[in-house]
């Protein structure tokens, strides 16, 4: 690109607006953030969020592939971390059916400035980081969840890093609900059988969906063999048909962003953590509250490490739990679990008295309002 191209480019970024204010809608996008675990093997089988905040694998029909995903340290200049996922068992005989999709969600309320469905509606632009073990080709996808439509582009891998920058055009039609449920998503294909593939691919243009023409005719599958692998970072979605600079967050901000969706307490792996408070009301059961970071997006479902590595205070030692349970669980801004403990924690005079909730070592509590 010529140097007075280049003005022009970033004259269209600043009468846009596209270098004020916030511009990645992308959630965890330099991979920093990972609550859960930072490498879980044998996936395959089952969709989930499994180790890098916000980034979900769907999967379709059963196939014979497996693999595990890291976060790594590596990247290109400027990023500490990736998202790797390495094939670990090939599947050589794909069914129709089968497919892998990494993919982040979007709620409704958060994209109201692509105007899409409007005569005004903005074209959106995907950068990102990508490499692998060998050439090859995948397809990138925005998928309008509420109107059912999509547009999609392919895109290429090397073995070196390289910045993919994808405009996908502006859509006049159907609005996006202005909500806290997932209205759209960015989906990555990665693998899948010719219910996705055996049409005729157009790239870059909205339709309604039509499955069989979601991934481009050429598609790489990442099962194809073992050691097959695939690396991203510096995920970005914005308005606009210019890809400005990755827009880094520092780690607690993006760490809250994250919140919202997962919060996760773990035991320290040197001391048991005490981190919550509450009170029993009966001799063995009690309530503990544990506010939020930030307001979580929507109800959530109470996940742990197992009732036997939580524990409880009482007047005369500290009680395993028997069960935990989510009590009130419609309040977003704080959680309130009741605890059963196998054995009376207090007399009945008691009953009434604070306890505290202990993580045992490498233990965890956890709350999922993930879309």
Not at 105 to 131: H, I, M, N, P
């Amino acid at each position: 690109m010529s140097r007075a191209a280049e003005l022009a480019k970033m004259g269209e970024v600043i009468t846009n607006g596209q270098l004020s204010g916030r511009r990645n809608i992308v959630v965890n996008g330099g991979m920093k953030v990972s609550q859960r675990a930072t490498q879980v093997t044998g996936l395959g089988a089952a969709d989930g969020y499994h180790t890098l905040d916000r980034w979900n694998m769907e999967i379709g029909a059963a196939s014979a592939g497996r693999f595990t995903m890291d976060q790594i340290a590596d990247g290109p200049s400027g990023f500490a971390n990736a998202l790797k996922l390495t094939t670990t068992t090939a599947d050589t005989s794909i069914a129709a059916g089968e497919f892998l999709k990494l993919e982040q969600r979007f709620e409704g309320q958060d994209l109201q400035q692509f105007k899409k469905g409007t005569s005004d509606a903005e074209k959106v632009t995907v950068s990102f980081y990508v490499k692998g073990d060998a050439a090859a080709t995948y397809t990138c996808e925005l998928e309008d969840v509420d109107n059912t439509r999509s547009i999609n582009q392919a895109f290429a891998v090397t073995t070196a890093w390289t910045r993919v920058i994808l405009t996908f055009a502006a859509d006049t039609s159907d609005p996006l609900g202005d909500d806290a449920n997932n209205s759209l998503q960015l989906n990555f294909w990665l693998h899948g059988g010719t219910t996705y593939s055996g049409g005729t691919f157009v790239s870059n243009a909205w339709k309604d969906i039509v499955e069989n023409t979601r991934m481009a005719e050429s598609h790489t599958s990442i099962f194809d063999t073992t050691n097959r692998t695939f690396f991203i970072t510096g995920v970005q979605m914005e308005v606009g048909s210019v890809a400005t600079p990755f827009e880094h967050r520092s780690f607690g901000e993006e760490l809250l962003l994250c919140q919202r969706y997962f919060y996760q307490i773990t035991g320290d792996p040197d001391t048991r953590g005490r981190f919550a408070s509450g009170n029993y009301f009966s001799t063995t059961q009690g309530d503990i509250t544990i506010p939020f970071a930030v307001k979580m997006r929507d109800t959530y479902a109470l996940e742990h490490s197992g009732v036997s590595t939580i524990q409880v205070t009482s007047s005369t030692a500290d009680r395993a739990t028997s069960a935990l349970a989510l009590d009130l669980s419609g309040c977003k801004d704080a959680a309130c679990v009741r605890f059963t403990v196998g054995s009376t924690g207090y007399s009945s005079g008691g009953v009434g008295q604070v306890s505290t909730m202990i993580l045992n070592t490498d233990a965890f509590i956890a709350f999922d309002a993930e879309l």
